[in-house]
């Protein structure tokens, strides 16, 4: 069963232009308001889906949950993403691409599977209407990911900084973007060095509160491992 959300006044009827304008509105500041609406409307979802002519209702299926799994990444809500990919019906996850897709970005977080999160966000084959929300959860997990690699690093090679943080280019152009965020390099130029600043902290804090920072240690936890694995491998 969903869960419901009290969302003041009726909400018109669900649709891809409804949906459309929800996601070219929407920003982080009202990421939790997204969630809430997209619950709001899932029993209409539900009930489209008992039509036979499941086709007739693609597009629309394909915005709803798609963008609804967005919404939930967004605010790093990942166990109500994963009950909504068992929610929706079997056939919509087997036969919709975006849906599928939007599956596999959020079976790549659970796992931490770094790689495959960036190369799944960066795919060109997102519907127009959701690329606000892909481009959005990108940003948002690259910024998670840069402030965990801050806490838990003091020094990093930027070839390993570029893979976490989903960057391309060379190691240089790798510690020029990096440096204007806070990092320094060292005297060799070779060898990153995270630092969390005020800024950071502060925003860390405002995530921690918000998710009440059990999900932030256990991702911390997990980007150790990574990485470790990751320089073992290397020097192997």
């Known amino acids: 069963m969903a869960r419901r959300y009290d969302v003041p006044g009726a909400l018109p009827p669900l649709s891809t232009t409804q949906l459309s304008q929800m996601?070219?509105?929407?920003?982080?500041?009202?990421?939790?308001?997204?969630?809430?609406?997209?619950?709001?409307?899932?029993?209409?979802?539900?009930?489209?889906?008992?039509?036979?002519?499941?086709?007739?209702?693609?597009?629309?299926?394909?915005?709803?949950?798609?963008?609804?799994?967005?919404?939930?990444?967004?605010?790093?809500?990942?166990?109500?993403?994963?009950?909504?990919?068992?929610?929706?019906?079997?056939?919509?996850?087997?036969?919709?691409?975006?849906?599928?897709?939007?599956?596999?970005?959020?079976?790549?977080?659970?796992?931490?599977?770094?790689?495959?999160?960036?190369?799944?966000?960066?795919?060109?084959?997102?519907?127009?209407?959701?690329?606000?929300?892909?481009?959005?959860?990108?940003?948002?997990f690259r910024l998670s990911t840069f402030q965990l690699l801050s806490k838990a690093y003091t020094t990093l090679p930027p070839s390993l900084a570029a893979a976490y943080l989903g960057l391309e280019g060379s190691d240089s152009q790798i510690a020029e973007q990096l440096t204007a965020r806070g990092w320094r390099i060292d005297e060799t130029g070779t060898v990153l060095r995270p630092c969390l600043t005020d800024a950071l902290a502060a925003s860390t804090a405002r995530r921690q509160i918000m998710s009440g920072g059990s999900r932030d240690t256990a991702t911390l936890v997990d980007l150790i491992g990574f990485l470790g694995e990751q320089n073992a491998s290397a020097q192997a």
């Open 23 to 140: 996601y070219a509105t929407s920003d982080s500041k009202n990421s939790i308001g997204l969630v809430d609406t997209l619950a709001e409307y899932e029993s209409d979802a539900t009930i489209l889906s008992l039509d036979r002519a499941l086709s007739t209702h693609q597009e629309i299926f394909s915005l709803f949950y798609t963008g609804y799994l967005f919404a939930l990444l967004l605010i790093d809500d990942l166990n109500e993403a994963r009950f909504l990919t068992h929610r929706l019906p079997r056939i919509l996850a087997d036969q919709v691409p975006a849906i599928r897709d939007s599956i596999d970005v959020l079976h790549a977080v659970w796992s931490r599977d770094y790689v495959l999160i960036y190369s799944s966000l960066k795919k060109s084959s997102w519907p127009v209407e959701l690329q606000p929300l892909v481009d959005r959860y990108l940003e948002h």
